[in-house]
């Protein structure tokens, strides 16, 4: 598929008296693009601002068409962003109001979105986590319900932030291969490199710019050798 499409037009973003990103252009196109690098890289920031959380100071961000801040309230079918931490994300105090939210959040009434929200667990054979309390729920169990609830909407792009961060074996591996059965874009952020070792395209982002893009074996190589250097340097120094 070829329809996706986020543009991110000379794009400043400045949080707090930090400027983010100045003037930055990209195209994202692909069906999987991977995200890497450092802690403070700008790459849960890059995905706050396509997915609508945070706006540009300058330049525009479009997804699919829409503008992210002129045409807000198309946004939920376009893109849909899984944080890293699911306390952030989860609002809801059942599972089952949680998914219907994603529905609502889409135009649907509010019973119409609870009745789906149901029958999409159903389908999944996890009738019993509706009524669970999330709060009740291990964090890998959080997460999912974060996966769901941007299934049951299914926009166009999902973004997800660090999804294996704290993740065990299987359960990465799980997610891996749920990820690799939709047909929607998906943009994700990770210091697990063989997850996007594999992409078609992978991004360095380095202090807010883009330090290398290209296949992912290519960009993750690259960083992997850069963080090589400077771990050696490191102890070059404090030898
Ligand atoms: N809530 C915030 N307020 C001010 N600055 C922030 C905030 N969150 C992140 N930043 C700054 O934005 C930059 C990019 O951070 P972030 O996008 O979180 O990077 P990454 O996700 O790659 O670790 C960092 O320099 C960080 O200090
Ligand atoms: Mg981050």
């Given at each position: 598929m070829s329809s996706h499409s986020i543009h991110l037009e000379a794009v400043t973003l400045v949080r707090g008296n930090q400027h983010v990103f100045e003037g930055l252009t990209l195209s994202l196109r692909e069906t999987r693009i991977g995200l890497v690098g450092d802690n403070g890289a700008g790459k849960s920031s890059l995905f706050r601002l396509i997915s609508g959380l945070e706006q540009p100071q300058q330049g525009r961000v479009l997804v699919h068409g829409c503008d992210t801040q002129a045409d807000r309230k198309q946004l939920p079918k376009h893109v849909g962003l899984m944080f890293q931490n699911p306390d952030d994300q989860i609002i809801f105090p059942t599972v089952a109001e949680e998914l219907a939210f994603s529905l609502?959040?889409?135009?649907?009434?509010?019973?119409?979105?609870?009745?789906?929200?149901?029958?999409?667990?159903?389908?999944r054979g996890l009738d019993a986590w509706a009524g669970r309390a999330v709060g009740e729920l291990s964090q890998g169990q959080r997460q999912q319900v974060c996966l769901l609830a941007l299934?049951?909407?299914r926009p166009a792009t999902l973004l997800l932030d660090e999804p294996f961060a704290s993740l065990d074996l299987l359960s990465q591996a799980r997610l891996a291969a749920q990820l690799d059965a939709t047909d929607q874009q998906i943009v994700v952020s990770t210091h697990l490199l063989e997850h996007v070792y594999d992409f078609e395209r992978v991004l360095w982002l380095e202090q807010g710019k883009v330090r290398a893009d290209g296949p992912g074996r290519e960009v993750c190589e690259a960083y992997a050798e850069n963080v090589r250097e400077r771990a050696a340097a490191e102890r070059g120094r404090h030898a």
């Open positions: 609502t959040a889409r135009g649907e009434t509010r019973q119409a979105a609870r009745q789906q929200a149901r029958e999409f667990l159903a389908q299934q049951i909407s």
